[in-house]
């Protein structure tokens, strides 16, 4: 871990980040007269949800909740009634 003021780190921030993309730090401190404020750490993509990602990516969403709601008239009307409701009068 490497701790870093900020003047500092305003002028090495380039080199800062480098040491991130490359692994040889995991992480910076940055710290304001000597005490920790922040920490910088390496950007990581959020991981997916394997086969559930494309299952999920082929549904057509829409569609589906009207092939649902089509199967009970009773409940489909009272959605669209709802819709229809002013709230705030």
């Given amino acids: 871990m490497v701790t870093v003021?900020?003047?500092?780190a305003k002028t090495r921030l380039s080199s800062l980040v480098e040491g991130l993309e490359?692994?040889?730090?995991n992480e910076i401190v940055l710290a304001r007269n000597g005490k920790p404020v922040a920490r910088l750490v390496a950007y990581s993509a959020p991981k997916r949800f394997g086969a559930a990602h494309h299952i999920l990516a082929g549904l057509n969403l829409p569609e589906t909740v009207e092939a649902f709601n089509a199967g009970d008239a009773e409940i489909a009307a009272d959605f669209a009634a709802s819709g229809e409701q002013d709230i705030f009068p």
């Fill in 5 to 8: 003021n900020m003047h500092e």
């Fill in 22 to 25: 490359t692994g040889r730090d």
